[in-house]
């Protein structure tokens, strides 16, 4: 496995408070996969493969860019990487642009929380 840093929501944004999430939202359509630290966690069926970056400084972005602060925290993560280049969404929705420093895998285990 290969280190980097997860980005998950904290729960004010779903509204499920107590449970780190990491959610996808297209059109009217939302996938959330569960995270806790400790497990290792693989995509959610309506989507993937997983999205984490390389670097604290480009998660860091990420929140500031989608308005996350304070709803979200940063983990250390061993991840597996994916030979995936697109994120999926359903059955024929597929992203290939992504924020800087975005890594795709096809597990992640939170480590421990950074910030």
Excluded at 26 to 36: D, Q, S
Excluded at 46 to 60: H, N, T
Excluded at 97 to 112: C, M, N, P, R, Y
Aim: hydrophobic content about 40%; some cysteine.
């Amino acid at each position: 496995m290969t280190e980097g840093y997860k980005v998950v929501n904290t729960g004010a944004v779903t509204g499920i408070r107590g449970r780190l999430t990491s959610v996808m939202v297209w059109g009217e359509e939302i996938a959330c996969t569960y995270y806790e630290v400790g497990v290792t966690t693989c995509p959610n069926p309506k989507c993937g493969p997983l999205a984490l970056f390389s670097d604290v400084f480009s998660a860091r972005s990420f929140i500031s860019i989608y308005g996350l602060p304070g709803e979200a925290a940063i983990y250390l993560c061993d991840y597996t990487p994916s030979e995936r280049r697109a994120l999926w969404f359903g059955e024929s929705r597929v992203m290939t642009q992504f924020s800087h420093g975005t890594i795709l895998a096809d597990s992640i285990k939170l480590v421990e929380k950074v910030e």
